[in-house]
């Protein structure tokens, strides 16, 4: 993988955009890893939480939101418990689904839901998920 | 002593079991659980972006409605206390959004209600050295594996119950009962949470994580905070068991069911039932039923 | 009439490029009390003070103003030529055209330069017409030094002020002196033995006849200033007559009780009467009090039915002792955040998470396994160790945000020593950055990846549990962008250096300055390394943040030489810019007293002819006021002025623009 950088990436106006939907700053990750090493789904993310600060970083917010990563955070806020700069990775991953979800683009459609789930679960889950899921 | 409740959807619903054995439960220490007279869902989730301020008008009304009966507020779904405490928070110290969330849900509150877990009123306003001398049948023997899950301790800096990596309330309340918490590693890592409506396969495993740590370390016992966490284990159980590894189902309880049990209340009253997990061969082993 | 001369100086094209000097001479030419200026391209050269020299007598000028550069560059070198034409040197005064004029504006057509150059100038005249001669004021200087701190940085500043003729009291906290370092096992980078290199230099200062080792004592008040403190130490009672002692030990050895050691780190345990390690410096055990039965109980009494020279005194008391002297070190050295603040790593619960000071002690030949690497649950060899960097260190949410600077250093040591001491053993460190500037420094941690193969991955520890008694260490490789999970027999965290329990008291007794991480403020980060704003006291060592060995002893030897510069005349002169209380018209609110930074003012009473007090009044110590002016605004009667900057003369200057 090649990444031709730019003054347009580095000033990527969609990131700074995330940044004021977040209140995150970006610049603040300083990549030690330990979200990542925390992050209880890293493991099945397409890009890993310190990966995904990288990416923003250098202004590539496709690459993130290509990924898997954002709709597989559920916000157990493990990463910015440890998060020695006070960043929060679930904040930044919760502003791109956001992003995504305004756009009317769904992760999961309500009739995909199985109907054994919508009787049997906890309400919370149904509610959340579809709020996390659901354009 | 009277505490202004607020039971949330799920509590209502599939985690009955949750809400009865806390109710009885808090009658036999000394207090008695006032269920808001109105009340709606809090929105089953805290929104993460500060962009998001509509999240916050479901569980503000909730507050306001509170905050007409009384100056506290008890709950019991970690989810729903998480994200009470949290909108609380919002709303008493940023004044700007405290303005625009009251002019959606027309109402003038200012964030002064104090959100209490039922764990919270126990070790604070009751006691446990009085849970204790109330515990009528002794939870004896039990090695318990007391699962936090995340939402009643992260963010530490908004909600503050105990430590967030090494907390004790949750172990020091067993004790009480007369069980034998277990330390294990899992206990405050994630369960999968709402993953379960789309992904099974990362909740069987963090679910499996989280009940194989804890057996693991010897529990026979696993108890929770959260229906959404009961929910998950209980699921995924039969499957981990299923993938090999030796690991065999313990019951998953509600830690009101284990707090109604030591408190002595008729066994049949606290929903034993409505678990998918049977506690019966654990309690006749121990001598306790 | 006065008799005024103005300089202008172009400062080659600094000043000259914005400003037209010699336009700003003219000008002021005009003005009364005004008999001479001139403009010249660079006032400080020595053609350039020749000039103002020779200006000064053929003038017969009796005061001079020097429109240049800031008078932090070039005021004393002006002062000094004016002294040496046989002027008051406080008759000289510089206008700062510089910084505050040329270099802020960028107008080249001159303009806005020269006018405001002239204001400037204008109003420096005026506020010379108001000027008093001032004279230096002349201090007696006591030639003994106190050091604070008995670690490396303190023994090298004692030896050194020693080594220089003077008498030097060092004052250690704990029964031994040696400090953190004599804890090491090897130091980096040249892997010699830290208890090898260090108790001669203990030795050396327990000899040297200049030096006076006050240990298990501490400094309790701090008086009077430059030249002339008092310092008041709590000799704490150590129930053994330190004269007498032989140091033989056979009441350590008779001792039946055990308590857990403070300097092994809970490592091993040590009896109730002890000296702290066995190269104790002075060697002599002291008890301790609060653990021994004698003393709390009257019951046992063993150590002092051994002792030959019958030299323990369970009735002895703590003593406070005063020392006059001239010049205080401090180096009272830093200590390790506690590592319990970080739940997530287990330290406390899982028994094999150490620190790294604990790993030292195990390394160290005179640790508690005698130098081999065991485990502290059941002393087994670990086969695989996990290091953990940046624990609490540059984590501004938990930690500090500061890097605590000699970690990289010491766990690359610790990899080293590791794998000498356990073949077969494997090592394992998480980094964020290798931060290994240094001498030989980068060689060092190279070698501890090539030749000692140590692994290191660069990521940080999200936790560490157990797990079928094994300890899990779950952390990222950043560099494969990867979550990793490593069995270990052992963890050892890189806690961060912090100040020490205290330090903030100290430095209110000592009125120096200190950060946030209540680490010493050094008077200049870069020209003044280790002078404080309090002058006479000096600094060295890690009280000033962290730093390595060779640091610590530069620092140290620093710090001496500052002292011996210091006690090398007899008087010491200093700037008359003092402040002075009118005490015809001070009503005695003590605004001033409380207001002060320094402790520079005292209460005066005032007597009639029989000795009887009629009121009181504040009066400032010269020695001690360092001129900042904050008791002028404080003074509610006005009564109160600061030499050189008079209200008189600011107003003169103020009414003059």
């Not at chain 1, 106006?13 to 990549?31: F, P």
């Not at chain 1, 992760?107 to 919508?118: A, D, G, W």
């Not at chain 2, 479901?58 to 007409?68: D, F, M, T, W, Y």
Request: net charge positive.
């Amino acid at each position: 993988m090649k990444i031709r950088l730019g003054n347009e990436d580095i000033q990527s106006a969609s990131v700074r955009r995330l940044e004021r939907i977040t209140g995150e700053d970006v610049k603040r990750c300083y990549q030690c890893g330990n979200c990542s090493g925390g992050c209880p789904v890293s493991y099945a993310m397409e890009i890993p939480p310190t990966k995904v600060m990288r990416f923003l970083q250098l202004g590539n917010i496709e690459e993130v939101q290509n990924a898997n990563s954002m709709w597989l955070c559920v916000g157990c806020l493990q990463c910015y418990s440890r998060c020695p700069q006070g960043v929060s990775v679930a904040a930044i991953l919760e502003g791109m689904r956001q992003e995504t979800l305004r756009k009317g683009e769904s992760r999961t459609e309500v009739k995909e839901v199985p109907f054994p789930f919508l009787k049997k679960a906890p309400q919370q889950a149904i509610v959340c998920g579809f709020r996390k899921f659901v354009g | 002593m009277k505490i202004p409740y607020y039971p949330g959807c799920t509590l209502n619903t599939v985690a009955k079991q949750f809400d009865t054995s806390a109710r009885e439960s808090a009658s036999s220490v000394g207090f008695e659980m006032k269920e808001l007279a109105q009340w709606n869902c809090c929105g089953a989730t805290f929104p993460l972006t500060p962009d998001n301020v509509i999240g916050l008008t479901a569980p503000a009304k909730v507050l306001s409605n509170a905050s007409k009966e009384g100056d506290t507020l008890t709950t019991l779904c970690a989810v729903c206390y998480n994200v009470l405490k949290r909108t609380n928070k919002v709303i008493r110290d940023n004044r700007e959004k405290r303005n625009v969330i009251n002019g959606f849900i027309e109402e003038e509150y200012d964030g002064s209600v104090n959100i209490l877990h039922y764990l919270e009123v126990l070790r604070d306003k009751v006691g446990f050295d009085k849970v204790k001398a109330s515990v009528k049948r002794p939870l004896k023997g039990i090695k318990a594996a007391t699962y936090y899950g995340c939402m009643l301790l992260r963010p530490f800096e908004d909600i503050g119950i105990d430590k967030a990596e090494r907390p004790t309330i949750f172990e020091d309340l067993l004790a009480a009962l007369g069980a034998e918490p277990v330390e294990f590693a899992n206990k405050i890592e994630c369960c999968g949470a709402h993953l379960a409506m789309n992904n099974e396969e990362v909740v069987t495993t963090l679910s499996g994580k989280v009940m194989t740590s804890a057996v693991g370390a010897g529990a026979e016992l696993i108890v929770t905070t959260c229906p959404l966490c009961q929910f998950n284990l209980e699921k995924s159980q039969p499957k981990v068991a299923e993938a090999g590894s030796g690991y065999s189902p313990v019951p998953v309880i509600y830690f009101t069911q284990a707090l109604g049990l030591a408190l002595g209340q008729d066994i049949a009253t606290l929903g034993f039932e409505k678990n998918s997990s049977d506690i019966m061969p654990l309690l006749k082993k121990k001598g306790i039923a | 009439m006065p008799r005024i001369g103005v300089f202008v100086c172009q400062c080659g094209n600094n000043i000259a490029a914005t400003v037209d000097t010699k336009k700003v001479a003219e000008e002021m030419g005009k003005l009364p009390g005004v008999v001479y200026t001139c403009d010249y391209k660079f006032m400080c050269s020595s053609p350039g003070q020749e000039m103002l020299k020779q200006a000064i007598k053929e003038n017969k000028l009796d005061g001079l103003i020097v429109s240049a550069c800031s008078p932090h560059m070039h005021e004393k070198t002006f002062r000094k030529a004016a002294e040496a034409a046989g002027l008051n040197p406080y008759q000289c005064e510089i206008t700062n055209i510089r910084e505050q004029c040329s270099w802020v504006h960028h107008d080249k057509t001159k303009a806005a330069g020269t006018v405001k150059s002239i204001d400037l100038t204008r109003m420096t005249i005026q506020r010379l017409k108001k000027n008093q001669p001032l004279n230096k004021i002349k201090i007696p200087v006591k030639k003994k030094a106190v050091v604070i701190g008995g670690g490396i940085a303190g023994i090298q500043a004692a030896l050194d002020i020693a080594e220089g003729g003077r008498e030097v009291i060092l004052v250690e906290k704990e029964p031994s002196i040696g400090g953190n370092m004599a804890r090491l096992s090897e130091t980096f980078p040249t892997m010699d033995c830290s208890q090898c290199i260090l108790t001669p230099k203990m030795v050396e200062a327990e000899l040297n006849e200049r030096i006076t080792l006050y240990t298990y004592s501490e400094v309790e008040k701090v008086d009077g200033y430059i030249g002339n403190f008092t310092v008041t130490v709590r000799r704490k009672a150590k129930y053994v007559d330190e004269e007498r002692c032989t140091g033989c030990g056979e009441c350590i050895e008779k001792c039946p009780f055990k308590v857990e050691s403070a300097f092994e780190l809970g490592l091993s345990k040590r009896k109730v009467i002890y000296t702290p390690f066995p190269q104790s410096v002075p060697n002599v055990p002291v008890i301790d009090a609060p653990n021994c039965t004698k003393i709390q109980k009257d019951k046992c009494g063993a150590c002092a039915i051994v002792c030959g020279p019958k030299c323990i005194d369970f009735k002895m008391e703590d003593k406070l002792e005063t020392v006059e002297a001239g010049a205080i070190v401090v180096a009272t050295g830093y200590q390790n955040m506690p590592n319990e603040r970080f739940g997530e790593y287990g330290y406390g619960r899982i028994k094999d998470v150490i620190s790294g000071m604990q790993f030292e002690r195990l390394a160290s030949s005179s640790g508690p396994t005698g130098g081999e690497i065991r485990r502290p649950s059941d002393g087994k060899v670990p086969q695989s160790v996990v290091f953990i960097q940046c624990v609490g260190s540059r984590d501004e949410k938990k930690g500090v945000s500061y890097c605590s600077k000699i970690c990289c250093m010491y766990t690359a040591k610790h990899t080293k020593l590791y794998s000498h001491k356990v073949h077969g053993g494997q090592s394992y460190v998480f980094y964020m950055d290798i931060r290994s500037g240094g001498k030989r420094y980068e060689e060092f941690v190279r070698g501890a990846i090539e030749h000692d193969g140590a692994m290191y991955l660069r990521g940080r520890v999200s936790r560490v549990y157990e797990k079928d008694g094994k300890i899990m260490v779950q952390g990222a490789d950043t560099l494969s962008g990867s979550q990793v999970e490593i069995e270990a027999d052992m963890v050892v965290l890189a806690t961060a250096v912090v100040s020490r329990d205290g330090a903030d008291t100290l430095a209110q007794r000592l009125g120096i300055g200190y950060d946030k991480y209540k680490f010493y403020n050094e008077y200049h980060p870069k020209l003044k390394p280790v002078e404080t704003v309090t002058a006479g006291i000096y600094l060295a060592g890690t009280c000033m943040g962290p730093m390595d060995i060779p640091e610590s002893v530069a620092q140290g030897s620093a710090a001496a030489s500052k002292v011996l510069a210091l006690f090398s005349a007899d008087e010491m002169a200093r700037e008359p810019i003092t402040s002075v209380v009118n005490r015809t018209t001070c009503n005695a609110c003590w605004d001033c007293l409380t207001a002060c930074p320094y402790t520079a003012i005292e209460r005066e009473a005032i007597k009639d002819r029989q000795g009887n007090v009629v009121r009181w009044v504040a009066k400032v110590n010269d020695g001690v006021c360092q001129g900042c002016g904050v008791c002028v605004a404080a003074c509610r009667s006005k009564s109160i002025d600061l030499k050189g900057y008079t209200d008189e003369q600011v107003f003169a200057a103020i009414n003059a623009f």
